[in-house]
């Protein structure tokens, strides 16, 4: 028998990279079938029309649950909901005690995608979005950037190279984050709101099913 685990964008019956949109006209899409049925027929095994039709199996394991990842339901489909690693004998950095439970939090996670777009710029911005706001900012800026490189940050913003992700997710009122797959379903089992600034179409296709959920926004990067 083969199992996969999939995702909406990669299931058989669903599979469409940008599934958000309107497919262009006079866009063709590239014929796989020509590499692959040549060795599939040697193999004594069915040929493809394209390359989703690789990921045929007995059993499709989703990671994910069906709100979130509308696929058609069979005996071979299984939700199995949050599929992330969370290590839960990290020690919990002292500085989380401070934090203010009467006032409300905002978590910005972008981990080493900010590199992407300038760290400077990206976090430069959300020091001019958040300043002398009655909020208190935690952001997480991966090992890739050190929170000495930006002057005069406000004391209601903090910047750290790691922090308990889900932790912070359950103690915030609103997470920012790019749309990847891990904080996305951390932030659906924790119920809070998002707002998501996508790097690339999977990240981005993350942020149009939680927009259509009404959990979240998803806001465009743009060269401002």
């Given at each position: 028998?083969?199992?996969?685990?999939?995702r909406f964008?990669?299931?058989?019956?669903?599979?469409?990279?940008?599934?958000?949109?309107?497919?262009?006209?006079?866009?063709?899409?590239?014929?796989?079938?020509?590499?692959?049925?040549?060795?599939?027929?040697?193999?004594?095994?069915?040929?493809?029309?394209?390359?989703?039709?690789?990921?045929?199996?007995?059993?499709?394991?989703?990671?994910?649950?069906?709100?979130?990842?509308?696929?058609?339901?069979?005996?071979?489909?299984?939700?199995?909901?949050?599929?992330?690693?969370?290590?839960?004998?990290?020690?919990?950095?002292?500085?989380?005690?401070?934090?203010?439970?009467?006032?409300?939090?905002?978590?910005?996670?972008?981990?080493?995608?900010?590199?992407?777009?300038?760290?400077?710029?990206?976090?430069?911005?959300?020091?001019?979005?958040?300043?002398?706001?009655?909020?208190?900012?935690?952001?997480?800026?991966?090992?890739?950037?050190?929170?000495?490189?930006?002057?005069?940050?406000?004391?209601?913003?903090?910047?750290?190279?790691w922090v308990?992700?889900?932790?912070?997710?359950?103690?915030?009122?609103?997470?920012?984050?790019?749309?990847?797959?891990?904080?996305?379903?951390?932030?659906?089992?924790?119920?809070?709101?998002?707002?998501?600034?996508?790097?690339?179409?999977?990240?981005?296709?993350?942020?149009?099913?939680?927009?259509?959920?009404?959990?979240?926004?998803?806001?465009?990067?743009?060269?401002?």
């Amino acid at each position: 028998p083969v199992v996969q685990i999939v995702r909406f964008a990669s299931h058989p019956k669903t599979a469409k990279l940008i599934w958000w949109k309107s497919t262009p006209k006079g866009i063709t899409p590239p014929d796989s079938s020509t590499l692959f049925n040549p060795v599939l027929e040697e193999m004594g095994l069915e040929p493809i029309n394209r390359a989703e039709d690789l990921l045929r199996g007995d059993l499709y394991i989703i990671p994910s649950i069906p709100e979130v990842e509308p696929i058609p339901k069979d005996e071979k489909t299984a939700y199995v909901g949050e599929l992330t690693i969370s290590n839960k004998n990290y020690i919990i950095p002292p500085w989380v005690q401070e934090i203010d439970e009467e006032q409300p939090l905002v978590y910005i996670t972008m981990g080493g995608g900010a590199g992407l777009v300038g760290n400077k710029a990206l976090f430069s911005t959300i020091i001019d979005a958040f300043a002398d706001m009655a909020v208190q900012v935690v952001v997480s800026t991966s090992s890739k950037f050190d929170s000495p490189d930006i002057l005069n940050v406000p004391e209601n913003i903090r910047f750290f190279k790691w922090v308990p992700g889900k932790l912070l997710i359950s103690k915030a009122d609103m997470v920012i984050f790019h749309g990847g797959y891990g904080t996305m379903m951390e932030c659906i089992t924790c119920g809070k709101p998002t707002l998501i600034l996508p790097f690339h179409s999977e990240q981005e296709g993350n942020g149009r099913r939680l927009e259509q959920l009404g959990s979240g926004r998803v806001v465009m990067l743009s060269k401002e």
